[in-house]
């Protein structure tokens, strides 16, 4: 099975920002997307955005607001996620997934380890 990790979060000031990646193991032919999940203690994983990884098209959550970016880099099977102007909200642990585009949902079970993003100040 597809193996995920995820790297690039830390301590950050409100206004700050970060950079995250993701490297998956395998891209089969299923998996047509990519997606960027969040989760705080006590409450489900929540969609942040997702990539097509063959059509130019990405997909936000309404509180990103505008302020992260999705890419990716097909060769190497990574997705980042470039977040600016932090906010304390944005706490939170964020996995990577391969995504059903159409649901917004991941399509296994699958979850890397995550990468802390704490903003603070």
């Known amino acids: 099975q597809v193996q995920l990790a995820e790297s690039g979060g830390g301590l950050v000031q409100p206004g700050g920002s970060l950079n995250l990646s993701c490297t998956a193991s395998?891209?089969?032919?299923?998996?047509?997307?990519m997606g960027w999940f969040r989760q705080v203690p006590g409450k489900e994983r929540v969609f942040v955005a997702q990539?097509?990884?063959?059509?130019?098209?990405?997909q936000y959550a309404p509180f990103v607001k505008g302020r992260f970016t999705i890419s990716k880099d097909f060769d190497k099977n990574m997705v980042f996620l470039a977040m600016t102007d932090l906010e304390p909200g944005d706490t939170a642990v964020y996995y990577c997934?391969?995504?059903?585009?159409?649901?917004?949902?991941?399509?296994?079970?699958?979850w890397g380890q995550g990468t802390q993003v704490i903003v603070s100040a």
């Open positions: 990539i097509s990884w063959t059509a130019d098209k990405a």
């Open positions: 997934a391969p995504i059903d585009y159409r649901y917004q949902t991941p399509m296994f079970d699958v």
């Open positions: 395998e891209r089969m032919f299923y998996m047509n997307a």
